[in-house]
């Protein structure tokens, strides 16, 4: 069974800029949660996907967006680079909605933002 | 909103000990679950136990149980025979059991050092 994955690893962009991060879910998970977590704090949520559909958004402004394609994988996109945006970006697949689903995640891509 | 608190920012015990890491959490909400989650320096994060707020038996997984207490809105872990695997980053976590998204409301976690 494959776990989650995310790519790239690493990237550096420039202020102003446009990202997009992805991620793969884990086998039979068709909810992805993306989070940030900037240096030294834990993770906040972002938003998340099930089935394609957005299911629920955190305190992050429009230019934070995403998809979640047929297969589950789901991509984050970040218009307008803001030095703040430099963080580690975690994805988590579970297998529903549901509070009894755990969450697995990945290991994150750090973005820096020069 | 619901809130975590980690007032620890950094803890270190010597290996075989055993040490509790403390984490606060509000919410007007009578149905949850609390999570520790743990974060070593290749980043992936792991779940290491769970509790749901209705029960009152507290969660044990091997060396790592918890001390929830409801009322007081705590939810401590302890660590008994810590190894040098156990190094870590340690969050705890809250999610609701209602609402459309299962999202995590994360501390802002305790470095975990174990001395050899």
């Known amino acids: 069974e494959t776990g989650v994955t995310q790519s790239p690893t690493h990237l550096i962009k420039t202020r102003g800029q446009q990202v997009t991060l992805r991620c793969s879910s884990q086998?039979?998970?068709?909810?992805v949660s993306w989070y940030q977590q900037a240096l030294g704090q834990g993770p906040q949520f972002i938003f998340q996907?099930?089935?394609?559909?957005?299911?629920g958004r955190g305190n992050f402004p429009p230019r934070f967006s995403g998809l979640q394609f047929p297969n589950y994988s789901s991509e984050l996109n970040v218009n307008a680079l803001e030095l703040d945006d430099s963080a580690l970006y975690l994805c988590?697949?579970?297998?529903?909605?549901?509070?009894?689903?755990?969450?697995?995640f990945g290991p994150g891509t750090r973005l820096t933002v020069l | 909103a619901q809130t975590v608190t980690q007032s620890q920012p950094e803890m270190s015990v010597q290996e075989a000990e055993t040490v509790t890491l403390s984490c606060t959490y509000d919410?007007?909400?009578?149905?949850?679950?609390l999570f520790w989650y743990k974060q070593p320096p290749s980043r992936q994060m792991i779940l290491v136990i769970r509790?749901?707020?209705?029960?009152?038996q507290n969660a044990t997984e091997n060396r790592f149980s918890v001390n929830f207490q409801k009322a007081a809105k705590s939810f401590s872990l302890k660590i008994s025979d810590s190894q040098l695997g156990d190094a870590a980053m340690y969050f705890c976590?809250?999610?609701?059991?209602?609402?459309?998204?299962?999202?995590?409301?994360f501390g802002q976690g305790t470095r975990l050092t174990i001395n050899p």
């Open positions: 509790q749901e707020a209705y029960k009152q």
């Open positions: 919410t007007s909400e009578s149905d949850y679950y």
């Open positions: 976590a809250y999610r609701s059991a209602s609402g459309r998204a299962q999202k995590l409301v």
């Open positions: 086998s039979g998970h068709n909810t």
């Open positions: 988590a697949s579970s297998s529903g909605t549901s509070g009894t689903n755990e969450q697995f």
């Open positions: 996907y099930y089935r394609e559909e957005e299911n």
